[in-house]
């Protein structure tokens, strides 16, 4: 009869909320996932919630859960694309073992404190999973506005090995002013949260883009990379020469811009975004990533964005046993923007109604021991094989 029970609980269960009250939206939260026992929650927050009293409310009602999770820049849902909700997925026992870690503050992240976390970190998590099936991969929700995440990737990816690693950068909604982390019913800022997950279920973790190098070459001849910062490219003022290079005349840069026509650097025969954030006062040009002095890098072009995404969810499908159970997933806020110019939001939120994808729109995305930019990222699950 326990047997019957346990395999009625969908080992991944999705809730979202619209509500503005906290009270509503937790019990929106509990009633969408249920009671059944619970190893991790993840807990995706717009800023116009408080996401420690959201987080505190659903431990009242389930005692004893481990939640994670962060602010947002809009929230993938099980109905696709909104804004302004509290968005959870659920990973059930007994599929899933999750281990969560503290990192802060994020911003003075060391390889010699990686190597202890791994350490310490894998060794608690192997005594959770003593005598239970599965692979591990890991997860890392980071502060969008630490500037820190190249740091924690890099260390990360390293340290963890062969483990894989999937993340993305908390937002707030596109106002760069504060972005939050969050473990138990506790926020920070300048903090990330790892965690050391396993599972019986196949899954595949991923990342597409859908940009390609064009022709025209640029140099960063003035950068400042601890603030992301570029001041000029090919020892002209940043944004005017970035304003040539795309036709375009200075005052016409805007964030629709930015996410149409972005810069990529190319890495180990990839390329890989650099998505420009804002200009600022002095022509210069602040970046979600880190550039250093001396990059070339080419402006890019978009190729279809639908297509793309249509071709990775049928590869996702094939990679982990023909059905997908669910996608969590990173998208980086400017994939939104240039979505909703071109008019692609609706036809995108119904691929990920379809492919049950929960997660949020972030201000970054690490993948292994890269953070980036303007990708879709994430890890896709399958149905559980009974033995």
Do not use: W
């Amino acid at each position: 009869m326990s047997k019957i029970r346990e395999e009625a609980v969908p080992p991944i269960r999705r809730a979202t909320s619209e509500a503005m009250g906290v009270e509503t939206a937790v019990a929106d939260i509990v009633a969408g996932i249920g009671r059944a026992p619970i190893a991790l929650l993840l807990l995706f927050c717009s800023p116009s919630h408080p996401l420690d009293a959201v987080a505190a409310g659903i431990e009242e009602a389930l005692p004893g859960v481990t939640i994670a999770g962060c602010t947002t820049a809009g929230e993938i849902t099980p109905f696709g694309y909104r804004t302004g909700t509290v968005t959870a997925v659920a990973l059930s026992e007994p599929h899933f073992i999750a281990t969560p870690h503290l990192i802060e503050p994020m911003s003075a992240f060391s390889f010699e404190e990686g190597r202890v976390l791994a350490r310490t970190l894998r060794q608690t998590h192997a005594e959770a999973c003593r005598g239970r099936p599965g692979e591990t991969f890991a997860l890392a929700v980071s502060d969008g506005l630490s500037m820190s995440e190249e740091r924690l990737a890099s260390v990360l990816g390293d340290v963890l090995e062969e483990i894989p690693l999937v993340g993305g950068s908390a937002g707030d909604d596109l106002m760069f002013r504060e972005t939050r982390v969050l473990l138990g019913d506790v926020t920070r800022k300048d903090a990330a949260i790892v965690i050391l997950v396993t599972t019986d279920l196949p899954f595949q973790v991923f990342q597409t883009q859908h940009f390609v190098s064009s022709s025209e070459k640029l140099v960063v001849t003035r950068a400042d990379p601890t603030r992301r910062l570029v001041t000029e490219i090919n020892a002209e003022p940043a944004a005017e020469e970035y304003a040539r290079l795309i036709g375009l005349q200075v005052a016409d840069l805007t964030p629709p811009v930015f996410a149409s026509r972005p810069l990529v650097v190319r890495v180990g025969g990839r390329d890989y975004v650099r998505s420009i954030q804002r200009v600022n006062g002095d022509g210069s040009l602040s970046f979600f990533c880190a550039i250093d002095e001396g990059i070339v890098m080419n402006v890019a072009n978009s190729i279809d964005l639908v297509a793309n995404l249509i071709d990775t969810f049928e590869n996702l499908k094939q990679a982990v046993g023909g059905r997908i159970e669910a996608v969590i997933g990173f998208d980086c806020a400017f994939r939104y923007i240039e979505m909703e110019q071109r008019q692609l939001l609706p036809m995108v939120s119904r691929l990920f109604a379809e492919n049950r994808v929960v997660g949020f729109s972030t201000y970054g995305e690490q993948f292994g021991m890269m953070h980036v930019n303007q990708t879709f990222t994430g890890i896709a699950f399958g149905g559980h094989v009974a033995a």
